[in-house]
């Protein structure tokens, strides 16, 4: 069987002032009907333009897309923009990390709501009106018959997310694409709009990609977890595998820099020694290497001349090799 969304060896180039960015360097990936995907990793690692380009909202003309985008069954790369227009807002949904801009500040929430619903689905001022008022209070908003007239900066920063995802869902869209939901909020109310979006989830078995730079949201809201990094997957597998037993020296690395339980609070963090590379000139070889403690290790130099690859399912695109990854997670990552 097909998979629900299917992406195989997508290429995203920008072309700037500067030269060729190779914002994301063949990335394939699957997801099914009720599953959550968690894309993570830096900013800068591609999480965000891949999503923009299984909408197709790159701009064509400074944009070269290569690959192959299916969304049950139909292919995406490359589709006219007539075709994408009925899919986005409808089919497919999106939020993003800022409220404050995806919402306009001069339009009521419900109009911004209702919106939408009108555009896909043909139904009166009243029914939207009706139905805005409805997905108000599925996720969460009080009082929604007074609320839905209400301009965003009225709304607390946690209400506004969750008019967002309101808006996102509107039209029961079967894939709902989730931008880093959660960064802008603090810690209470990014855990209360994880919870809604699994729960509108189990609702309407919708698949979701999570894209965050935050493992900790990941932890208890994905199915399965890809690691990104200079726009490849360096890691992937079902999140409880990777979180418990990572892989790749950089998700180690990102583990690291991130507090785990709250007994690890006012433990000084661990951060990933140097920057993520230019995407102008990525190195060669494994893109990690000039940042990877145990490139040095790897026979042959390998590091720094040939691209590991990531085998399908559980896996890791790492030249330590399967045994070396293990043991060196459980002797000198897992203790500290
Ligand atoms: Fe480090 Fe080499 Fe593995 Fe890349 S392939 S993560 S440089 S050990
Ligand atoms: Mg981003």
């Given at each position: 069987?097909?998979?629900?969304?299917?992406?195989?060896?997508?290429?995203?180039?920008?072309?700037?002032?500067?030269?060729?960015?190779?914002?994301?360097?063949?990335?394939?990936?699957?997801l099914?009907?009720?599953?959550?995907?968690?894309?993570?990793?830096?900013?800068?690692?591609?999480?965000s333009?891949t999503?923009?380009?299984?909408?197709?909202?790159?701009?064509?003309?400074?944009?070269?897309?290569?690959?192959?985008?299916?969304?049950?069954?139909?292919?995406?790369?490359?589709?006219?923009?007539?075709?994408?227009?009925?899919?986005?807002?409808?089919?497919?949904?999106?939020?993003?990390?800022d409220s404050?801009?995806?919402?306009?500040?001069?339009?009521t929430?419900?109009?911004?709501?209702a919106?939408?619903?009108?555009?896909?689905?043909?139904?009166?001022?009243?029914?939207?009106?009706?139905?805005?008022?409805?997905?108000?209070?599925?996720?969460?908003?009080?009082?929604?018959?007074?609320?839905?007239?209400?301009?965003?900066?009225?709304?607390?920063?946690?209400?506004?997310?969750?008019?967002?995802i309101?808006?996102?869902?509107?039209?029961?869209?079967?894939?709902?694409?989730?931008?880093?939901?959660?960064?802008?909020l603090?810690?209470?109310?990014?855990?209360?709009?994880?919870?809604l979006?699994?729960?509108?989830?189990?609702?309407?078995g919708?698949?979701?990609?999570?894209?965050?730079?935050d493992?900790?949201?990941?932890?208890?809201?994905?199915?399965?977890?890809?690691?990104?990094?200079?726009?490849?997957?360096?890691?992937?597998?079902?999140?409880?595998?990777?979180?418990?037993?990572p892989?790749?020296?950089?998700?180690?690395?990102?583990l690291?820099?991130?507090?785990?339980?709250?007994?690890?609070?006012?433990?000084?963090?661990?951060?990933?020694?140097?920057?993520?590379?230019?995407?102008?000139?990525?190195?060669?070889?494994?893109?990690?290497?000039?940042?990877?403690?145990?490139?040095?290790?790897?026979?042959?130099?390998?590091?720094?001349?040939?691209?590991?690859?990531?085998?399908?399912?559980?896996?890791?695109?790492?030249?330590?090799?399967?045994?070396?990854?293990?043991?060196?997670?459980?002797?000198?990552i897992?203790?500290?």
């Amino acid at each position: 069987m097909t998979p629900f969304l299917s992406v195989r060896d997508l290429y995203v180039r920008f072309a700037t002032e500067d030269g060729t960015v190779r914002a994301v360097d063949g990335l394939s990936f699957t997801l099914e009907r009720g599953r959550t995907l968690g894309i993570v990793g830096e900013s800068g690692s591609g999480k965000s333009v891949t999503n923009l380009a299984v909408l197709g909202l790159h701009d064509p003309r400074t944009t070269e897309i290569r690959g192959e985008v299916l969304l049950d069954g139909q292919e995406l790369t490359g589709a006219p923009e007539s075709v994408l227009e009925k899919l986005r807002g409808n089919k497919v949904a999106m939020v993003f990390q800022d409220s404050l801009t995806a919402l306009s500040p001069y339009y009521t929430v419900g109009r911004q709501i209702a919106e939408p619903y009108r555009k896909h689905t043909g139904a009166s001022r009243r029914e939207a009106r009706l139905r805005a008022v409805e997905m108000l209070r599925r996720v969460g908003i009080t009082d929604p018959a007074l609320r839905v007239d209400d301009y965003p900066h009225q709304f607390s920063g946690g209400m506004r997310q969750r008019a967002m995802i309101a808006m996102a869902l509107v039209c029961d869209p079967e894939l709902l694409i989730a931008d880093e939901p959660t960064t802008a909020l603090d810690v209470t109310v990014q855990a209360q709009i994880l919870d809604l979006l699994k729960e509108l989830q189990q609702q309407t078995g919708a698949a979701i990609v999570l894209v965050t730079h935050d493992l900790g949201v990941v932890a208890g809201t994905v199915d399965d977890l890809l690691v990104m990094y200079a726009g490849r997957a360096v890691e992937q597998g079902p999140v409880r595998e990777v979180l418990r037993a990572p892989r790749h020296p950089y998700t180690w690395g990102l583990l690291g820099s991130m507090p785990r339980l709250s007994s690890d609070v006012g433990q000084p963090l661990t951060p990933i020694p140097g920057t993520p590379p230019s995407l102008l000139a990525p190195p060669p070889g494994c893109p990690f290497h000039p940042r990877c403690a145990y490139a040095a290790s790897v026979a042959e130099d390998r590091c720094r001349t040939e691209r590991p690859s990531l085998p399908p399912g559980r896996g890791a695109a790492c030249h330590l090799g399967e045994e070396r990854q293990r043991s060196v997670f459980a002797e000198r990552i897992r203790p500290r």
